[in-house]
């Protein structure tokens, strides 16, 4: 099994930065692809930014242009670069792994969530 621990987060005034981190343990699984996801008290729970398996990058169109998602050399942790924050950044952020396993398929794993809070 893999396991997922975020750092990270906290609280910022509008146009403030924050960076998440989401460290793994363990073996990672084939074809890893690593998001950020996050979810407002009351409302669904949303994609963010994705690193794909052949490391292209996509970001939701509401953060693209402030936030930067990052892998380090290992590939086996990533990073949300978060800048010019909004009060509707608010949210429990979540790192997410999708990657395949021998005995499960496709799994997905996620992080314990990491609260992030943006004061207007």
């Known amino acids: 099994q893999v396991r997922l621990v975020q750092s990270g987060g906290g609280s910022v005034q509008a146009g403030g930065s924050l960076r998440l981190s989401c460290a793994t343990s363990g073996f990672i699984g084939w074809r890893p692809v690593k998001s950020w996801f996050r979810q407002a008290p009351g409302k669904e729970r949303e994609f963010v930014a994705t690193i794909e398996s052949d490391e292209s990058i996509n970001y939701a169109h509401s953060v693209k242009g402030r936030f930067t998602i990052s892998q380090d050399n290992a590939n086996k942790s990533w990073y949300l670069q978060m800048n010019s924050l909004e009060p509707e950044d608010t949210a429990m952020y979540y790192c997410?792994?999708?990657?395949?396993?021998?005995?499960?398929?496709?799994?997905?794993?996620w992080g314990q969530g990491t609260q992030v809070t943006v004061s207007s």
């Open positions: 997410k792994l999708h990657s395949l396993r021998s005995s499960t398929g496709w799994t997905d794993f």
